[in-house]
């Protein structure tokens, strides 16, 4: 079955740094894309960043360029979003998702708030 | 930027009814379409994928057709398990952009 577990959001000042996290399971992680897509409170769905399978290609929504950046590990099949320079309108529920085009699986997400 | 563009962004629905939900894409993006069905507190859940394709597991009262500009996600006969909302996106080019959801309500 595959598994998708983020963990390392919460509340986190204007400016701050967050790490997200993404624990792959269920599947040979190494073979497939992966996205990060955010959903801000009671708004529509974001897609964020994705990553080819061995890291070398790495594409990001415009908003986030400069401020975000998506990596892999694949011997520890994880993803990770590095996120700097947060703000307000960051806050958002934040998944990883298999598929760097359709997004077939996808985790049970993380909130990451931006306030002060 | 592709901009996609859902109607109705919601609708109030029957168990039973045939229920009809489009979106148009700003440019052609060929058959590079796919649905998602969200409900409250859960992450998306994939339908329907290029354009037409039922993904694994889907009942088969979800149906999608369209392709280039315009397209359309059908329920035939409207469960209970259904209510909920529903989104288009593209995956022709980057950035993935998502439609701006249907809420489908009884």
């Known amino acids: 079955e595959v598994q998708l577990v983020e963990s390392g959001g919460g509340l986190v000042q204007p400016g701050g740094s967050l790490r997200l996290s993404c624990a792959a399971s269920?599947?040979?992680?190494?073979?497939?894309?992966m996205s990060w897509v955010r959903q801000a409170p009671g708004k529509g769905v974001e897609w964020v960043a994705n990553?080819?399978?061995?890291?070398?290609?790495?594409y990001y929504v415009d908003s986030v360029k400069g401020r975000f950046t998506m990596s892999r590990d694949n011997a520890k099949n994880s993803l990770y979003l590095q996120m700097n320079s947060l703000r307000a309108e960051d806050t958002a529920v934040y998944y990883c998702?298999?598929?760097?085009?359709?997004?077939?699986?996808w985790g049970q997400g993380v909130l990451v708030t931006v306030s002060s | 930027d592709i901009q996609m563009t859902q109607s109705p962004s919601s609708l109030s629905a029957s168990v039973g009814d045939r229920v009809t939900i489009t979106c148009r894409a700003s440019?052609?993006?060929?058959?590079?379409l796919n649905w998602y069905q969200q409900k409250p507190g859960k992450a998306p859940k994939l339908l329907i994928y290029?354009?037409?394709s039922l993904q694994s597991g889907v009942p088969s009262r979800f149906s999608g057709s369209g392709s280039g500009t315009d397209f359309s996600l059908t329920i035939s006969s409207l469960q209970p398990e259904d209510f909920a909302t529903y989104y288009c996106?593209?995956?022709?080019?980057?950035?993935?952009?998502f439609g701006q959801g249907t809420k489908v309500e009884t």
């Open positions: 990553i080819k399978e061995d890291g070398s290609e790495k």
């Open positions: 440019q052609s993006i060929s058959n590079y």
């Open positions: 269920g599947f040979t992680f190494s073979t497939y894309w």
């Open positions: 998702a298999r598929g760097g085009g359709k997004f077939e699986h």
């Open positions: 996106q593209q995956n022709y080019n980057i950035p993935r952009t």
């Open positions: 290029a354009a037409s």
